[in-house]
């Protein structure tokens, strides 16, 4: 962790857009929003179609000079150059990450920013190891022919983030597109535009080439997001964000036929046996429900526990959440503010819908009152809830906010069953003791990505991403490569 809180670094400044090697900062305006405080943190330009237009043109042409002409490695020297400018940088991410998002600084210093440089490493490692497919075939005349792959870039590629871990997710998909020689026009969310401005920032220092990394801030639909998606010289879509606006892209995308990765939205559940480490299982579902505030995609929100365990484990997960302390990022809580207003009204929309659905809260269920200017943010209490019927809705659609539904099970066949009872397929969490059922249940889940006795561990050779509503192709090591290139065969008769 940083050892002294390090200034937000745009105070008082218009963050710009980054065209073509250029800080823009023209046309509209709209404010960044403290959720501590409800406080303006800066302005930001949003980019119009115009702007829109000369970021996509800025990154065609620079498909044309020097970066076209980069070697693989010295491509990857940059990304590790990147990586570098990031943490000498680090306070200031990690104090622009906290002042758009609200979360904890350990969270911030820990997870978000280390990852961010971390990403470029590991896509620069990932594209240096990736070898290409060789096939010797005979021929009529006896001679032979050899084929080989070469992995070209896709061309431009836009790359849109969302909120909830802002820095995180759009270097997860900078990284790669950079690594496979792609030009990038990157939107950030609305809610979150200032580590990217960072990057933008760092792009410069570390000397990628003018036009290679463009950045345009502004919103979704309507907005800059829109222009992006629709834009017929963009070649693919690298998208993280809601299961809705996923389909709308998908949409905006049809007519220009544009190659799309998607990692959207999850209702995931936790399945406790009672065989498991009870500890182990109540401090990781902990994490799992209530990390980031809830709003990191993988969070369970659907709890299920073995029948035997079941009163046991609700008493002690609602305990351990009643003490959750909630505050500002810089006072060691455990729990941060919401995204924004807006989205506190939504997860409130479902306390309060669970009542109406008959549901038992257990603990939580409202908004904290602290008596000072964080009354004015986005804060939420951890809540958790019990007693809903399956179908409910607040058991189906994805609430992203500090709560879950517990429930309990009778068997391994009905844990199953429950937990695949969804539209959506991004993760699951599976606790128990016994290694045959841990096999045996984690491969029958329909979902992307199953931890069986963790919650989030990552390794970034691994695919990620979800089935159903939760998205479209894997990201991840050779997941992302694949993606974020073109394979072409050469065939050499010999
Ligand atoms: P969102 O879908 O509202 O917005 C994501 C981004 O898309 C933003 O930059 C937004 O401006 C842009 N956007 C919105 N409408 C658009 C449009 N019509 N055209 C182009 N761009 C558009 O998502 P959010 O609220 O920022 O993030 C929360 C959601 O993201 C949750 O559903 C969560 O599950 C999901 N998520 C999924 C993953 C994953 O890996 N599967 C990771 C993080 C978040
Ligand atoms: O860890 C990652 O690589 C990743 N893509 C995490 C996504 C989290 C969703 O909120």
Known sequence: ???EVHPYPF??????????????????????????????????????????????????????????????????????KVAQCIEQRFAEFVSAEIADTGKTLQQASSL????????????????????????????????????????????????I??????????????????????????????????????????????????????????????????????????NAIAFTGESATGAAIMRSAADSVKALSFELGGKNAAVVFADADFETAVSGTMRSVFSNCGQVCLCSERVYVERPIFERFVEALSARARALKIGGPYEGADLGPLISRAHREKVLSYYRLAREEHGEIVCGGGVP???????????????????L????????????????????????????QLANDTRYGLAAAVWTSNLQRAHRVA???????????????????????????SGIGREGGAHSLG????????????
Not at 34 to 46: D, F, I, L
Not at 124 to 153: I, Q
Not at 173 to 190: F, Q, R, T, Y
Not at 483 to 494: T, W
Request: glycine residues 10%.
């Open 11 to 80: 105070t008082g400044r218009q963050l710009p857009c980054l065209v073509g090697g250029e800080f823009v900062r023209q046309g509209r305006t709209f404010e960044n929003i403290n959720p501590v405080n409800g406080a303006a943190v800066c302005t930001v330009t949003e980019a119009d179609d115009a702007l829109v237009e000369r970021a996509v043109q800025a990154a065609r042409a620079a498909l044309r000079g020097p970066w076209a002409r980069l070697s693989m490695p010295e491509r990857c020297a940059l990304l590790r």
């Open 161 to 234: 983030a969302p909120w909830n871990l802002p820095f995180l997710l759009m270097t997860w998909k900078v990284a790669p597109a950079l690594a496979c020689g792609n030009a990038v026009v990157a939107k950030p969310s609305e809610e979150t535009p200032s580590s990217a401005a960072l990057l933008a920032e760092v792009m410069q220092e570390a000397g990628v080439p003018p036009g290679v990394f463009n950045l345009v801030h502004g919103f979704g639909a309507g907005s800059t997001g829109e222009a992006l998606v629709r834009h017929p010289d963009v």
């Open 389 to 416: 019927a399956e179908g409910s809705r607040c058991v189906k659609e994805e609430i992203f906010g500090p709560v879950c539904h517990v429930a309990p099970f009778d068997s391994e066949e009905q844990a199953v």
């Open 369 to 387: 009152a602290f008596g000072d200017e964080r009354d004015r943010g986005a804060f939420i209490e951890p809540t958790i809830v019990r007693g």
């Open 1 to 3: 962790m940083p050892s």
């Open 112 to 159: 978000d920013i280390p990852r961010g440089a971390a990403n470029f490493r590991a896509y620069a490692d990932f594209a240096l190891a990736r070898g290409s497919e060789c096939f010797e075939m005979g021929t009529p005349d006896g001679r032979g022919a050899l084929n080989y792959s070469v992995h070209k870039p896709v061309g431009v590629v836009a790359i």
């Open 483 to 494: 993606f974020f290139s073109e394979p072409m065969n050469i065939c050499v008769k010999l």
């Open 443 to 469: 491969r029958q889940l329909e979902v992307g990505i199953a931890w069986v006795n963790d919650w989030y561990l990552r390794d970034l050779r691994t695919p990620f991403g979800g089935v159903k509503l």
